[in-house]
């Protein structure tokens, strides 16, 4: 494995690739850091190269209070690895910029895994019981009372927003309770994301290559949705639905997550 810190406007990004062979980039959600694809590293460095990377504001990397494009991070860990075109997996955050990466860079990605991610642009109407508990997260950030806080957002994103508490496995919970932890108490001041010019929803339909849509059951009514409008709106998408699962399967269901993944690379010859 090789790891390092790539320089880009304003920060550091924090890499780390390792195995040989086709690449494969994993983008991790906004609850995470890198460490959220343990399971995905040890699996598909057999036989890919495969990179991950903390996002600004997330693990080891750096920042400063400056506004950027998740699209242009992306890219240049990509040009400074040397790697002119991967297949993209990203969770959640992770999985909106990636997405929003594949409509604006075609020619960088081979193809897309979006798992329980969003599209920019689009808009959804929650349900009142689960907007209930998002406004009480933001009442526990207001208030700094973090432990609290993260109590309840590591129940929403690996339990199920209206799921019983300690649904998911101990171990999902602690490590993601762990990196939640991290990033609320953090001591940057937040960058700012820069969104596109034009939304990935209104670019659906340009998007040429292969597309994996990965969404938990258990997960919110907008996550949901916005898999529910990938699936519509890609002409070339394959779907798997996790009725057991919430915010991060890969995470929860590893062995079934790697299969699902490497089932879609051996169909498309990526």
């Not at 969104?195 to 969404?215: G, K, T």
Request: charged residues 25%.
């Amino acid at each position: 494995m090789d790891s390092g810190y790539l320089p880009v406007p304003g920060g550091d990004l924090y890499f780390e690739r390792t195995g040989h062979g086709s690449p494969i980039v994993f983008v991790h959600a906004g609850i995470a850091d890198l460490t959220m694809w343990e399971q995905q590293v040890a699996e598909f460095a057999k036989d890919h190269t495969v990179v991950c990377f903390d996002s600004r504001g997330f693990g080891r990397s750096r920042t400063e209070a400056v506004e950027f494009s998740p699209v242009d991070d992306l890219r240049a860990v990509l040009d400074h690895l040397e790697i002119g075109q991967a297949v993209v997996v990203g969770c959640s955050r992770g999985g909106q910029h990636s997405l929003d990466f594949t409509v604006e860079e075609p020619d960088r990605v081979a193809g897309l895994v979006w798992v329980c991610g969003g599209v920019s642009g689009s808009s959804h109407e929650a349900p009142p019981a689960q907007t209930a508990v998002f406004d009480r997260i933001e009442a526990l950030w207001k208030a700094k009372d973090w432990d609290a806080l993260v109590d309840l957002e590591t129940h929403v994103w690996t339990d199920g927003p209206l799921q019983p508490e300690g649904r998911a496995p101990q171990p999902v919970r602690e490590h993601v309770r762990r990196m939640i932890h991290a990033i609320e108490t953090r001591s940057e001041e937040e960058p700012q994301v820069l969104p596109l010019s034009r939304p990935a929803a209104d670019r659906l339909q340009d998007i040429a290559c292969p597309v994996l849509v990965v969404i938990g059951a258990l997960d919110t009514t907008g996550t949901q949705a916005s898999a529910d409008l990938l699936t519509a709106g890609v002409a070339d998408v394959e779907r798997v639905d996790f009725p057991d699962s919430a915010h991060v399967p890969n995470m929860e269901h590893p062995e079934r997550f790697n299969t699902a993944l490497r089932d879609f690379l051996a169909r498309h010859s990526l």
